[in-house]
């Protein structure tokens, strides 16, 4: 080991990163951005240039052939994962190979157990080793793996040199190729085990790869070809069941082979590999998991939930009675999917119980409708140790109410935390209990495993992605795996308002709830006298440094729940289950279906309201009309009488003659003889004229 980093003491080391944003390269820039004069040049596509993670300094867009080829030449360490990227690191060799180097560069890859996968002969007895490393076959979709592997390796040359780091399944943090086995067990569903399930997986943790890579990087071994696995050599059998024991009900579901041939990404799943670590072994850094990840499981559940924020929301809910606690409850319950946990409920639960528990309630509930204490706490302490509890949370409505009842629930919690006043006297005496001074070897001991990996850089504790978020709304004196309510609320209002509103209760709901005037003011008293100076329980969480939440619970609700949800902060899981999904559609579509109906049903009360003023507005129109015609007849009529009688004093006095004289002559042309007739009887002329009608049957004279 040189024991100098790559560009010479006092020199910035400058880190090309070909994939910040997977799960190895981003535990690789979280180790990186702690090294002090350390800078990180990060390859992405152009879209997400402007998207980088903390940390990187210079984003390298891979479309620009001449941006790439200067970040290669600017950087000592060049870092690439070849899952996805073989090409990019097949083109990067290729151009440093040929490129004139004045300065020492260091190119490690990435490479994947894939690329042993379909070596002939290879089983679960057969130990594989980096010397056979010439042997390896890779399966179709690692064949440009396994080539730019071989290329990396051959083109080590003055000032450049190239190692492979073949890694095993990598596992930790936020979880990748294992997050579906971690999802499923979250969720209390069985987890899938893929085949018969008695295959070797090699595997390695994510914090370990990047200790191999950086190491590598920096010590600068002999060996080319590193195997980066562990020492667990577990079968995928096995994984599941210890996935499904610590994070889920423990049921392990077998997919046949027709089911795994359909199903995606399992392939990293279905490898049957026995490697044995060899150079990286020799490597100078703590191993956090050398033996595997079934004696690591239980901290890489911790990983899981701390990067993914995963963590139980354990809610709280205090007050007197009509405060509105359940009220809040329950809508806290459907926006965080959280159980909410009734008294009631958990009783008759308890029970319908066929096991001997259920038996001493049902005996207890025959003597007295209201279970003895002890025996309710262990109805509530039962609810609480269930799965949907223990990974999603709980909302507590109205209990525990005493000192008493909040030390017997968690006693875990209580026994491993001590009171803040207590605390204070010890400190002030300059002693120290016996716990914390075991909390404080563990932290020396995290200290000094940080220590002997940080080497020059002053490499600090790695980040999840998301650790800092899950984290900051917990103390740090709080014991993830007990049920310890983090978010304490506490409401309030006068107690006029309280009566006021029990008033306004309907008579149906104030009889379920056992809330008649008397039982009122009876519990309402029962509080008041048990908080007479302050709210006790209040005070016991403050005094294990739990922050709680005062509120006074008046209308309008929905600003005092808007300032809830701030307190509590956001969601710590997937989303609702899939059978809360499939309710919820079931739901969504009866109200569609609804609403089209309404919709629907609006239309055609519209259309028939539209045809009665359509109607309507005819008749108007036809009314309108037949006035608007009778008055232009009126008009017509009262104008046509000088026409007419006109008429009757010019005209037809001289047709009416005229056609009793066609009727007695009887002429050939009977309409020209009557116009003659006409016009030579002209009222208005004064002169008379002898007219000889040739036609006619004898001459006469018309005057």
């Given at each position: ?120 002969g290879s089983s679960a007895e057969d ?235 049902r005996a207890a509930l025959e003597k ?266 009126d008009l017509l009529e009262t104008r ?64």
């Amino acid at each position: 080991r040189s024991g100098r980093l790559a560009g010479g003491e006092g020199h910035t080391m400058r880190v090309f990163l070909s994939q910040p944003n997977t799960q190895l390269g981003a535990t690789l820039l979280a180790r990186l951005k702690k090294r002090k004069g350390w800078e990180v040049s990060a390859m992405c596509p152009e879209a997400e240039a402007s998207k980088l993670p903390r940390g990187v300094s210079h984003a390298v867009v891979e479309e620009n052939i001449d941006s790439m080829h200067r970040a290669l030449l600017y950087a000592d360490i060049v870092l690439f994962e070849l899952h996805s990227k073989a090409k990019e690191a097949k083109a990067a060799i290729q151009y440093l190979s040929q490129a004139t180097l004045t300065t020492e560069k260091v190119f490690v890859c990435i490479s994947s157990t894939l690329t042993w996968a379909a070596a002939a002969g290879s089983s679960a007895e057969d130990v594989l080793t980096e010397d056979l490393y010439p042997k390896r076959k890779p399966l179709l979709s690692h064949k440009a793996c396994h080539a730019a592997e071989t290329l990396i390796r051959k083109a080590r040359k003055t000032n450049l040199l190239t190692y492979v780091v073949c890694a095993g399944l990598i596992y930790g943090g936020g979880e990748d190729v294992l997050h579906p086995l971690f999802k499923e067990a979250w969720h209390g569903r069985p987890v899938p085990c893929y085949g018969p399930g008695n295959n070797v997986i090699p595997m390695i943790h994510a914090t370990d790869l990047a200790n191999i890579i950086l190491h590598t990087a920096t010590e600068r071994p002999e060996t080319q070809y590193l195997l980066a696995v562990d020492n667990g050599g577990h079968t995928l059998q096995e994984l599941s069941e210890v996935i499904a024991r610590k994070l889920g009900s423990g049921k392990v579901e077998m997919v046949d082979e027709d089911t795994t041939a359909l199903s995606k990404n399992v392939e990293s799943l279905l490898v049957n590999l026995r490697m044995e670590m060899g150079a990286v072994g020799e490597l100078n850094f703590r191993w956090q998991h050398m033996e595997g990840f079934v004696r690591s499981v239980e901290a890489i559940v911790e990983e899981f939930r701390d990067h993914r924020n995963l963590h139980p929301l354990r809610i709280i809910l205090q007050g007197p009675p009509a405060s509105g606690k359940t009220f809040f409850a329950e809508k806290l319950a459907s926006e965080y999917t959280l159980t909410h946990i009734k008294i009631d409920e958990a009783v008759n639960e308890a029970r319908k119980s066929s096991d001997k528990f259920g038996e001493e309630v049902r005996a207890a509930l025959e003597k007295d409708p209201r279970l003895p204490s002890g025996l309710l706490l262990r109805v509530i302490s039962n609810e609480l140790q269930t799965l949907r509890c223990i990974n999603q949370g709980f909302i507590l409505d109205g209990y525990p109410q005493t000192e008493k009842e909040m030390a017997e629930l968690f006693p875990i919690w209580v026994k491993s935390l001590p009171r803040e006043s207590e605390k204070n006297k010890r400190d002030a005496e300059g002693g120290k209990s016996q716990d914390d001074g075991e909390e404080e070897d563990e932290e020396d001991e995290n200290e000094e495993g940080e220590g002997e990996d940080e080497g020059e850089g002053g490499e600090a504790q790695d980040e999840g992605p998301s650790s800092g978020s899950a984290r900051g709304r917990r103390s740090a004196r709080n014991k993830p795996s007990s049920n310890l309510p983090e978010n304490v609320i506490f409401l309030d209002s006068p107690d006029e308002v309280l009566k006021e509103r029990l008033l306004n209760l309907p008579e149906a709901q104030l009889k379920s709830a056992h809330s008649d005037e008397e039982g009122f003011t009876r519990r309402l008293k029962a509080w008041r006298d048990m908080n007479a100076t302050e709210v006790k329980l209040a005070s016991f969480f403050r005094d294990y440094n739990v922050e709680v939440f005062m509120v006074d619970s008046v209308e309008p609700w929905e600003t005092t729940y808007e300032e809830m949800k701030l307190y509590i902060g956001p969601p710590h899981n997937y989303g609702p289950p899939p059978e809360v999904i499939e309710r919820m559609k079931t739901e969504a579509e009866g109200r569609e279906a609804e609403r089209q109906a309404l919709l629907a049903a609006e239309k055609e009360e519209q259309e028939r309201k539209e045809l009665r003023e359509r109607t309507q507005r005819q008749e108007r129109e036809e009314q309108l009309w037949n006035e608007l015609k009778q008055q232009e007849q009126d008009l017509l009529e009262t104008r046509s009488i000088p026409l007419r009688k006109y008429l009757m004093d010019n005209v037809i006095p001289p047709l009416t003659e005229g056609m009793i004289k066609v009727a007695q002559l009887r002429p050939e042309d009977p309409i020209d003889f009557l116009a003659e007739y006409l016009f030579r009887h002209d009222p208005n002329e004064q002169t008379s004229i002898t007219i000889h009608f040739s036609t006619c049957h004898q001459p006469f004279c018309v005057f």
